[in-house]
């Protein structure tokens, strides 16, 4: 089990490329890499160095047959406004989150979530979104079973 903090972050900007897919982990993952391709794509067309680890951002939290996400990278400030045609920017404001580091495979992500959940309830918070997960290592790099993943969601 995942051990739930609670923390102050900064503000984060970001670049990003929307996709809404199908709920499935193969659909999920199919997704997010087109658009990891594109927002890395355009970063390293307008000299872009990403300021912190990839970034999926979710301002939904229902799930039914089908999700929407950001997928994009930590930017600096000043990066801010290049962003053009199917690349967005945004920043993530500064706030209070609970904040926990799943271990292994993407596809059991859901299954550390159900227990934020479950600790939500039992500590008698509430969450608002968005939500978002930060890829701590890279699958092209390190085992499935070695994977860290960051998964933030503001306190209500």
């Given at each position: 089990?995942?051990?739930?903090?609670?923390?102050?972050?900064?503000?984060?900007?970001?670049?990003?490329?929307?996709?809404?897919?199908?709920?499935?982990?193969?659909?999920?993952?199919?997704?997010?890499?087109?658009?990891?391709?594109?927002?890395?794509?355009?970063?390293?067309?307008?000299?872009?160095?990403?300021?912190?680890?990839?970034?999926?951002?979710?301002?939904?939290?229902?799930?039914?047959?089908?999700?929407?996400?950001?997928?994009?990278?930590?930017i600096t400030p000043e990066?801010?406004?290049?962003?053009?045609?199917?690349?967005?920017?945004?920043?993530?404001?500064?706030?209070?989150?609970?904040?926990?580091?799943?271990?292994?495979?993407?596809?059991?992500?859901?299954?550390?979530?159900?227990?934020?959940?479950?600790?939500?309830?039992?500590?008698?918070?509430?969450?608002?979104?968005?939500?978002?997960?930060?890829?701590?290592?890279?699958?092209?790099?390190?085992?499935?079973?070695?994977?860290?993943?960051?998964?933030?969601?503001?306190?209500?």
């Open positions: 089990m995942p051990d739930f903090v609670i923390k102050d972050v900064a503000e984060t900007p970001y670049i990003y490329s929307e996709r809404t897919t199908g709920t499935s982990p193969e659909e999920i993952s199919q997704a997010m890499g087109a658009a990891f391709g594109e927002v890395f794509a355009f970063a390293a067309e307008k000299g872009i160095t990403p300021a912190g680890p990839p970034l999926s951002v979710y301002h939904d939290f229902s799930m039914g047959e089908t999700m929407r996400f950001r997928a994009g990278i930590v990066h801010l406004g290049l962003a053009e045609g199917s690349i967005g920017d945004d920043t993530l404001p500064a706030g209070r989150v609970v904040s926990f580091v799943h271990e292994g495979s993407y596809a059991t992500l859901r299954d550390d979530y159900d227990l934020l959940m479950r600790h939500v309830a039992e500590e008698g918070l509430s969450l608002k979104p968005p939500s978002w997960e930060l890829y701590l290592n890279d699958p092209d790099v390190v085992a499935e079973a070695e994977l860290r993943t960051e998964c933030c969601t503001y306190l209500g």
